[in-house]
């Protein structure tokens, strides 16, 4: 877990503790750290605005403010499990990296059993990564930020018959047909939508120049198997 990862997971962590807190070493055992480090750690949710506070007495330890303290979360292992799962199944590809760091954050809300059970059952899924496409982690992490801020992006492209090419692109969505991610953009020597492999992007660069934004309803038809990830949830 990269520090990033582990303060967010610190901060949940103490949050379900609520009135109780949590000793400088059980976080250190919890998060396999040093007791010094727990204390860093600590320092820095403070500082960034967390409000943490160090608890003095016979039963001393960090606690929460009441009002930042949240109910834990209520994932069986088996969903907690499928989550690992697909996001196991997912790694190299888009928004890999983000989709991990919300599994951490998952687990670290969970209660204790539960997140047991999760393990023993995660143990018990194997997937094979060499059959799997992943694409460079710096063009992927362009592609993402261009597609999250709508930024055009400069691509070094191969295509099919391997002729390369360098174009600018208006980026529209990322698609996932065919065995293959495309990102759908607007092409700017096309003045048109092309779909561009993500395995045949040699290089992607973020440009400071926003991007054309076309409504998803005017991209054209999806292939007819080809659905939204988009989630609803009923209120």
């Given at each position: 877990m990269n520090r990033t990862d582990r303060l967010y997971a610190m901060r949940e962590d103490l949050r379900r503790a609520g009135p109780r807190g949590r000793t400088a070493?059980?976080?250190?055992?919890?998060?396999?750290?040093s007791v010094r480090t727990v204390k860093r750690?600590?320092?820095?949710?403070?500082?960034?605005?967390?409000?943490?506070?160090?608890?003095?007495?016979?039963?001393?330890?960090?606690?929460?403010?009441?009002?930042?303290?949240?109910?834990?979360?209520?994932?069986?292992?088996?969903?907690?499990?499928?989550?690992?799962?697909?996001?196991?199944?997912?790694?190299?590809?888009?928004?890999?990296?983000?989709?991990?760091a919300a599994l951490v954050k998952v687990l670290a809300v969970m209660d204790?059993?539960?997140?047991?059970?999760?393990?023993?059952?995660?143990?018990?899924i194997w997937l094979d990564h060499s059959t799997?496409?992943?694409?460079?982690?710096?063009?992927?992490?362009?592609?993402?930020?261009?597609l999250q801020e709508r930024k055009v992006l400069s691509l070094?492209?191969?295509?099919?018959?391997?002729a390369q090419t360098t174009r600018r692109?208006?980026?529209?969505l990322l698609a996932f047909t065919a065995g293959h991610w495309?990102?759908?953009?607007?092409?700017?020597?096309?003045e048109a939508i092309r779909w561009f492999r993500l395995d045949r992007i040699e290089r992607a660069s973020l440009t400071t120049q926003p991007a054309i934004?076309?409504?998803?309803?005017e991209l054209g038809a999806p292939p007819p198997t080809a659905a939204s990830v988009r989630v609803r949830v009923a209120m």
């Open positions: 070493e059980q976080l250190a055992t919890a998060f396999e750290i750690d600590i320092s820095a949710l403070q500082q960034g605005g967390f409000p943490v506070w160090a608890r003095t007495g016979r039963i001393g330890g960090y606690v929460v403010d009441r009002a930042a303290t949240l109910p834990p979360v209520n994932f069986t292992a088996a969903e907690a499990s499928a989550l690992a799962a697909a996001i196991a199944a997912h790694r190299g590809q888009p928004f890999d990296r983000q989709a991990r204790p059993q539960a997140r047991r059970y999760a393990d023993d059952l995660t143990e018990r799997t496409e992943a694409a460079d982690s710096r063009r992927r992490n362009a592609i993402e930020h261009a070094h492209y191969r295509d099919r018959h391997g692109v208006d980026p529209q495309f990102l759908l953009a607007r092409c700017h020597r096309r934004d076309i409504p998803v309803e």
